[in-house]
């Protein structure tokens, strides 16, 4: 193949993705358009509401501020989400084989999730102090019960007669598992994990709202306190590009992994 082809062909692998995600980049840019013509036609205070450009000059003035305190925060989404959805599955595995236990245990992990994230903070800043371990365990609480809900629904959703056929060949529960249940529960799995991706930052900035002085939430709280409305606004690009980020991680990983969706044929 000449070297030209093989560079155009690199050239549209690289481009494709951007091609299409456009309407969404152009969606975004006009939002930002929009933005700033708004501020600057109204004349609105910095304070209240800076323009685009003022957010920018903010990246570039507290650039190593933003990065000192988006690492701890990332830190701790990536722990609470590991450790929530470890939890949430296993806890689903046990669920599916014994349904004494889910009659048990499910409702306790639906009173915990009627919990407001926000109330339970301080209670675990009480119990475990305050370090990063509340912030870890409230960015997997946050994970875990989508994950939980979904893998129970994905694990029970097996075709019953591809069922019926590994007994009948006389599959141990362990093969039933690894070669039928635990496929078909994929794709309910990676849509709880694209959810949680998300949910497990806002987990993290919630958890470090209360008495953290580090941290995306920690440094949304000083911005806020002193007005620096460029600096609040920064640091919330920020965290939302963060949990962009997981969610296209937990995206492609998918990709990787599922070869077959409910619904599809052939």
Known sequence: MEPAVRRALRANRLLAPV????PAILAIAGCVML???VVWAFSVPTFMAPSPIAVLSAFRENGVILWNNLLPTLLEAA????SGNLVAILLAVWFVYSPLAERAFYPIAVIIKSIPIIAL???LVLLVGNGIA??????????????LVNMVQGLKSASPAMLDLMRVLSASNAEIFWKVRLPASLPFLFAALKIAATSSVMGAIVAEWIGSSYGLGALIIE?????????????VV?????AVILFFVVA???KKVVRWKPGNHG
């Open 121 to 123: 903070a301080p209670i």
């Open 35 to 37: 933005w700033q013509l």
């Open 252 to 254: 492609i990983v998918e």
């Open 223 to 235: 911005a806020t306190y002193n007005f620096r409305s460029p600096l609040l606004y920064a640091t």
């Open 134 to 147: 509340p912030k870890i365990i409230i960015a997997g609480l946050i994970s875990f019960f989508p994950t």
């Open 238 to 242: 920020i965290a939302a590009a963060l």
């Open 79 to 82: 722990l609470g989400f590991v």
């Open 19 to 22: 091609a299409d995600h456009m």
